[in-house]
């Protein structure tokens, strides 16, 4: 596509609820990244893929996140048994190899918010 | 780890300059991003420096500066659409290889008033 979608927009979670946000990067990009910002803070890294492989997965908070991108594409960010501390932005975003392709190009997001 | 710090806040007014900086700190430093982002959307990209001096892209620039670890951006003849949170972001060698991973600095947030 266009460019980075992600699905839903916004989430309303009971407490202990768990939620799977999904994240649909740039056709042919090869790495994608997860990112949680909270409010009037700059984003915090959770994940980073390369195709299908889980490169970097040191900023997820506790082993109740996890994330995956079974066939290199699409990429799904689940969260167990989520609590109110969960509620955040998550941002996914995708980027080109081609030595021109700098930008991060990112999603906009979806809102979690944990009641 | 990396420390990165910009301001908070800044103001200004309609039609004026303004220069948001930022300092990090971080091992196997790349590169430098710039972002934007206007509340409730997604952070846009704005510019990137590897090396040293200043990129002038349009009304905006970007100036890195690697032995400093210091940044800046500069906005010029600013608009009132340029209210948004600006990010610094760092880009560091991982050891996994393969892509960079950028590191966002908390975001300055920019109100330009008339």
């Known amino acids: 596509g266009a460019g980075v979608s992600q699905s839903p927009r916004y989430k309303v979670a009971k407490r202990g609820q768990d939620v799977a946000l999904r994240c649909d990067p740039i056709s042919g990009h090869v790495s994608l990244f997860w990112y949680q910002q909270a409010l009037g803070q700059g984003p915090e890294f959770l994940t980073y893929?390369?195709?299908?492989?889980?490169?970097?997965k040191s900023g997820l908070p506790s082993d109740r996140f996890f994330a995956e991108r079974p066939e290199g594409s699409v990429s799904t960010l689940k969260i167990q048994r989520t609590q109110q501390e969960d509620s955040a932005v998550y941002l996914c975003?995708?980027?080109?190899?081609?030595?021109?392709?700098?930008?991060?190009?990112f999603g906009s997001g979806t809102r979690l918010t944990v009641v | 780890g990396q420390n990165i710090d910009q301001p908070t806040e800044m103001t200004a007014t309609e039609g004026a300059i303004v220069q948001i900086n930022c300092t990090y700190q971080?091992?196997?430093?790349?590169?430098l991003f710039w972002y934007q982002q206007h509340a409730g959307e997604a952070p846009t990209f704005l510019s990137y420096n590897v090396l040293d001096g200043l990129e002038e892209k349009g009304r905006f620039s970007s100036f890195l500066s690697r032995s400093k670890g210091y940044s800046y951006l500069l906005l010029k003849e600013l608009q009132m659409k340029d209210s948004a949170s600006y990010l610094c972001?760092?880009?560091?060698?991982?050891?996994?290889?393969?892509?960079?991973?950028?590191?966002f600095g908390r975001g300055t947030s920019l109100i330009v008033h008339p």
């Open positions: 971080t091992s196997g430093f790349n590169g």
């Open positions: 893929f390369q195709n299908e492989a889980q490169l970097d």
């Open positions: 975003a995708s980027v080109g190899q081609t030595s021109s392709d700098y930008g991060y190009t």
């Open positions: 972001a760092v880009t560091t060698f991982t050891p996994s290889g393969g892509s960079y991973i950028p590191t």
